[in-house]
């Protein structure tokens, strides 16, 4: 193709066709102006595993009470020690593989994790809330915030349509990224805070660079429900560290459930992805999010960010090409190589784990002295939190080698402790 | 410490010497350094000075070794703006040279690396293009930096 | 030198002023024809610490059994934990952090470790010993090894007088590479033999890269004397892993002492910075030990290899410059944010190994049954290889982070198990 060819169709994408703005929540209509992004975006939909991520898909004979035909692989059968780990916690009935953003939403709805019942503030990552939460709080986004996450789930859900839209990102008159997310917003701010900068504006005092891994900050995130209000909370305030977590949950005295088989306060870590690549050389090296998950891709003589969201694995080449000059090979046999490790360090960590849950039941059976216990389920808390906090965390170590390891190394240390403090 | 502000001293003094003023350490360093070589377009003339050898050579290789010569990439397009560049690169790298006050592994300065990335979007801007976000009177324009994901176009590194 | 002058010396590499051979020992001979490598060589004498390596210079006071008057840290004093880990072993009574090549000689002379009386073998790696053994064996390498190795140290250090030389990386009529360590020889072709390459000669088969790595690996790596005759011996033939090395030990029921105060037949573990190299990031994308430690550096204008083989990070433009771009600031801060990780962890995995010693000793003492003693020592035999393996390794982790860190996990799984084997 000439270079002017190239340069018509390069201006083409941006041809407006529609009018969008600030409460257009429909993707379909902006991709009626960038007809690529949306087709890449409805891409999320397709399912394809790598060795240790990606997705599979499993048929699924619908029910009413289930009307999905198609879901991903249960971990709880992959890896067998969760469901003791998670004894008593919802997290023990139905934890999976997770996959596209085309299906977060449904699989919030339809996870068994629903029947305990469950406040609308879960919503907030598994559906395109921004214009909601504007309509909500009367167009004040916080007060649409505190709404949602009052609600039980079962109503907030009827105030919402759809997974992530383009408006959860974009800004519709600019294109350019925002972050509407009221909980990331006040962390985000909160980490700053530590590092010397007062009243952080992510919106606008964030770089274009930092801005395509914010985007993702959104979620890809450990959080809590705080208090009555049920607040949607990331417990960053001491730092982006599992240790400034632990610290901010100890201080806080917060629980998320009492474990069945030992009686220990348990904490539940979610999917720190945004926490762990900060503690990683990509993140020293400025390397974000979208660089790997959304990288630029070809279309005829222009480069569009790949809104097929998914895992940079299956489109080495893109994502790691241009910094790294291997082959696809070769790329992605070094990201497994250090997955594989990750893995297997995960798998000691876990049996350790099961095994102090084991001596506490049979020490509470055999009568052995309460502080003992207490000493031993204290331990429990943290071993748990720190294995939990890495196997939660969806890159198999990718994001930080070294700090994945390292924290697995403390949890092994504070699950043999736990069965010693029982002697 | 404030060497850049020194620089930008030695630089207008510099240019007091290029606008005919002869003689000098100026003069001498120019002469045997070849730093004319800044002058002309010809890569040879830049590796002239061996510490630059090894980009020459990775950089017939390069994908733009048949597209782009060092100055495309080094030097603005046109202008008072290129003659400044080489007039500026001419004297600090021939006065470097000269001293041997260098790294052996040199590195870019921030004044170099903006000519740099100007001279990508000089040659695809239909690319740079699509890659500003298409911005109708944002109040910030910003745009993402070529060589964060292309640092080995000119010359693996 | 004005610029005239540079250009000059440009073409002017090498001038052979003297002959050298392959009998010419003395490095001052060869010096006469590579002035520059000669000098860069002999400051290999400097003393100058980093946060973690390098070495501080300590006044020692003279005297006729060590008549140094410099000598590095002690690392008994800095990590106090190395005593009890080494109870009854001469690493016990003297082990300091090691410095340049040149002290090599009078460094192992003069350590108390010699006052147990040790073997020749000890000299291959601590003095410039190829033409020694080749007179020792009447121009036969490996019958000079032998020689050297059935000797008692007092009398192998009669036939040497000086540390590593030229002669022991090169060739003295080609100036290549080659290696002249016979249990490297063997060893490498073993490492090979897994890959499937039968009868691997390293000197005619080994390529120029390999060889700058190679050229290291002939010392900094980690051995045993084997059988009576003592043989200077590297456990590689399972591979180059810390479990590979385990493996090859358990195999051979080999153990180098017996804990003093817990009867464990016990392992000792020492500078294995070629083995943790090869698991790392840096091997897999072909860095070589000489691309970091001995750069290339401009003189006038010429490339020399610097021969004053140190730390990295007392240059880090040259050592890492090339290949990231950032300021020696910025370099020396993302290798020691790697360092500080791992210290931390190697500080736990110590400390766990040291309460298993305490209850090993105590419960000997409270008359515990002899098998769980048994299997309690037997832990403690690994816990303490696996954390001796990463802590005598002298990168403090560099050379492989995820793997180092792994290894640490594994042996505080180890000296917690030990513990509740006692119970
Ligand atoms: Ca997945
Ligand atoms: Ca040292």
Redesign the pocket.
């Known amino acids: 193709t000439s270079i002017f060819e190239r340069k018509q169709e390069a201006r083409v994408p941006f041809a407006r066709v529609v009018e969008i703005d600030d409460d257009t929540a429909d993707p379909a209509e902006w991709g009626k102006n960038f007809p690529q992004h949306y087709d890449d975006y409805l891409k999320t939909a397709d399912m394809e595993?790598t060795l240790y991520?990606?997705?599979e898909a499993i048929p699924n004979m619908p029910s009413d009470a289930d009307p999905r035909n198609v879901v991903?692989k249960s971990k709880l059968g992959t890896i067998p020690q969760l469901k003791r780990m998670w004894a008593g916690y919802a997290f023990a009935r139905d934890f999976r593989?997770?996959?596209g953003h085309a299906y977060m939403l449904t699989d919030q709805v339809y996870t068994e994790r629903q029947k305990v019942g469950q406040p609308g503030t879960c919503i907030n990552c598994h559906a395109s809330t921004y214009v909601a939460m504007k309509r909500l709080g009367n167009g004040d986004l916080h007060a649409g915030f505190d709404a949602l996450n009052a609600m039980p789930y079962s109503e907030a859900k009827t105030h919402l349509d759809g997974p992530v839209g383009c408006i959860d990102c974009h800004d519709a008159g600019t294109m350019r990224l925002r972050v509407t997310r009221p909980a990331f917003i006040d962390a985000i701010a909160a980490v700053k805070k530590l590092e010397g900068i007062e009243d952080y504006d992510v919106n606008t005092m964030a770089t274009r660079a930092e801005m395509r891994t914010y985007v993702c900050g959104q979620c890809h995130v450990e959080y809590y429900f705080k208090g009555e209000k049920k607040t949607l909370t990331y417990p960053w305030n001491k730092g982006l560290t599992v240790d400034a977590a632990w610290d901010y949950y100890e201080e806080a005295g917060f629980k998320d459930w009492t474990h069945a088989e030992t009686g220990a306060p348990m904490l539940k870590a979610q999917h720190p992805e945004f926490e762990l690549w900060s503690q990683g050389i990509h993140a020293r090296s400025g390397v974000t999010c979208a660089d790997c998950h959304m990288p630029y891709k070809r279309v005829g003589g222009m480069k569009v960010s790949n809104h097929h969201v998914r895992?940079p694995l299956l489109a080495p080449n893109n994502a790691c090409g241009n910094c790294h000059k291997y082959d696809d090979e070769e790329l992605v046999a070094r990201a497994e190589s250090i997955q594989t490790r990750h893995r297997h360090l995960v798998d000691r960590a876990l049996d350790a784990l099961v095994e102090l849950i084991d001596d506490i039941a049979a020490a509470a059976e055999n009568g052995v002295a309460e502080e003992k216990l207490v000493a031993a389920r204290g331990w429990q808390r943290r071993a748990s939190f720190y294995v939990d906090y890495v196997e939660a965390e969806?890159s198999s170590g990718f994001h930080a080698p070294q700090e994945a390891a390292r924290i697995l190394g403390e949890s092994i240390d504070y699950s043999r402790r736990g069965q010693l403090a029982l002697r | 410490m404030n060497e850049k502000t020194a620089r930008i001293g030695v630089v207008t003094l510099l240019i007091a010497l290029f606008a005919g003023a002869a003689g000098g350490i100026g003069f001498f360093t120019l002469g045997y350094a070849d730093a004319t070589a800044y002058l002309g377009n010809d890569p040879a003339a830049c590796a002239n000075c061996h510490v630059m050898q090894g980009h020459l050579d990775a950089w017939v290789k390069s994908s733009h070794g048949k597209v782009a010569t060092c100055n495309d990439c080094h030097a603005p397009p046109g202008g008072i703006d290129k003659y400044y560049c080489k007039a500026r690169n001419g004297f600090f790298h021939s006065l470097a040279f000269t001293t041997g006050e260098f790294p052996d592994n040199l590195q870019s300065t921030d004044y170099n690396h903006g000519v740099t990335e100007r001279a990508c979007r000089h040659c695809h801007t239909e690319v740079a293009h699509d890659l500003g976000t298409p911005v109708s009177g944002a109040s910030r324009v910003e745009d993402l930096s070529c060589i964060h994901c292309h640092a080995t176009v000119g010359h693996d590194r």
């Open positions: 595993q991520g990606g997705s991903s593989e997770e996959r895992s969806n």
